[in-house]
């Protein structure tokens, strides 16, 4: 395991780890504008440990890493956080899903430590995009050691489930991973292309998630409080009649 996690660091390190971190930088970065509070944490190392924490408009931020990283708040594995329920505003898997032996249980724990109406930030790799074909095709994985790949719509069926109100993805990544494309025109006329041609191929997305608020009140409550209310009112009624 330690090997793959070196191999992987060593991937993005390099050209098209590079391209798809600056991209992905780009995304995070305009989803963050708007998400405020106390505590930014980010579930698993993805390129430089602050990356995407150097993006965050809350007042702190932690990076909570399976292994020793430079940077890392914490070291615990995503599916066991050693974190207090509903304290946590912003929260971001930066492709964790990917990697992680049991993603649901990762989700779980996200929902678990959001605060009421936190966000949930998640980067991962379209399965049908040309970079998980690539992946498929790659000794070792591209990147090296990923698990699996997880479609946009299934992971929204994943976090209604448990309670999320999901936006629309942002996708990106329409050029196929050969360095040699992201040079020159071809990058941007690619990327036109794509968006237009075949919108739900990208290479990869950021889907944005909030944890609903639910009411504490019991429907049976509720009633039964509606019937005390009207059986309080209907006396001063009588009386003015």
């Known amino acids: 395991m ?18 798809l971190l600056e991209q992905e930088r780009e995304r995070v970065r305009s989803s963050l504008e708007c998400a405020f509070g106390l505590y930014c944490v980010q579930l698993g190392g993805w390129g430089e440990p602050n990356a995407f924490l150097a993006l965050a408009r809350t007042r702190r931020t932690a990076l909570i890493a399976t292994h020793e990283v430079p940077g890392a708040s914490l070291i615990a594995e995503p599916a066991a956080l050693p974190l207090q329920s509903d304290s946590v505003d912003v929260m971001l898997l930066p ?7 049991d993603p649901h249980q990762v989700l779980r ?8 109406e936190g966000e949930l930030l998640v980067l991962g790799f379209e399965p049908l995009g040309s970079w998980s074909l690539r992946d498929a095709f790659t000794s070792g994985g591209c990147p090296p050691g990923m698990r699996r790949t997880i479609s946009e719509s299934r992971l929204a069926d994943w976090l209604k489930l448990l309670g999320f109100e ?6 990106y990544l329409y050029v196929p991973p050969l360095r040699g494309l992201y040079t020159g025109q071809a990058r941007g006329w690619l990327e036109r292309v794509g968006r237009r041609a075949w919108p739900r191929l990208s290479g990869a997305y950021l889907l944005h998630a909030r944890k609903r608020v639910h009411s504490m009140t019991p429907v049976r409550l509720r009633s039964r409080l ?10 001063a009624a009588r009386r003015a009649s």
């Open 95 to 101: 492709h964790t899903l990917e990697f992680e032996p």
């Open 2 to 19: 330690n090997v793959q996690r070196g191999a992987r660091d060593e991937w993005l390190a390099g050209p098209l780890g590079q391209i």
């Open 109 to 116: 724990e996200a929902g678990r430590v959001l605060r009421g």
């Open 166 to 171: 999901v936006g629309a993805a942002e996708r």
């Open 226 to 235: 509606r019937t005390a209310v009207i059986g309080i009112a209907e006396p």
